[in-house]
């Protein structure tokens, strides 16, 4: 409790994690988080990171493999990939595969899910036959509930909404 000055007196809670420090006046997080804080926190890390950098890093490494290295057939054939692939999202997407359903299915999306938290509500069944237009709103810059319910399986999308 902290008196004022007319003598009444104002609760003042203490921190909920005390072990805050400051460097340079930048407040720190606390040493001491449960380990699942812990993980969200790396998890919304690396989204924002592959998200920021992903596509930069990947350029570099392809431009480094096709002009520095004896590995030039691997730019050449992502590239190949790449055309082939263009039409795509006009077509509906990935549908199946296992490669789309392993990345979806990681447990880092579980705690990207919970750092923020986004909820997935069902309320009404879809036609798996149909294509669909999802809109989140609000959804800030980064469209992070969006990612988080949609774009991976974090909030148990292929579960509610099979096939």
């Known amino acids: 409790m902290a008196e004022k000055e007319n003598g009444t007196t104002q609760f003042n809670p203490p921190p909920l994690y005390p072990e805050t420090f400051k460097i340079f006046g930048i407040e720190f997080a606390p040493r001491f988080l449960p380990l699942e804080r812990r993980m969200q926190t790396v998890a919304a890390l690396w989204w924002i990171l592959s998200a920021l950098l992903g596509g930069l890093l990947a350029s570099m490494l392809m431009a480094y493999l096709f002009f ?34 392993f990345v979806r299915g990681w447990r880092i999306w579980k705690h990207y899910r919970n750092f923020f938290p986004a909820k997935l509500i069902k309320t009404a069944e879809l036609d798996r036959n149909q294509n669909y237009l999802l809109g ?4 800030g810059v980064l469209c992070s509930g969006a990612v988080a319910c949609f774009g991976t399986d974090g909030a148990g999308f292929s579960t509610l909404f099979p096939g």
């Open 68 to 101: 520095w290295t004896r590995f030039w057939y691997l730019p050449v054939a992502y590239l190949t990939w790449m055309v082939y692939d263009l039409d795509t999202c006009n077509r509906g997407g990935r549908r199946e595969g296992w490669i789309v359903d």
């Open 136 to 139: 989140s709103h609000p959804h």
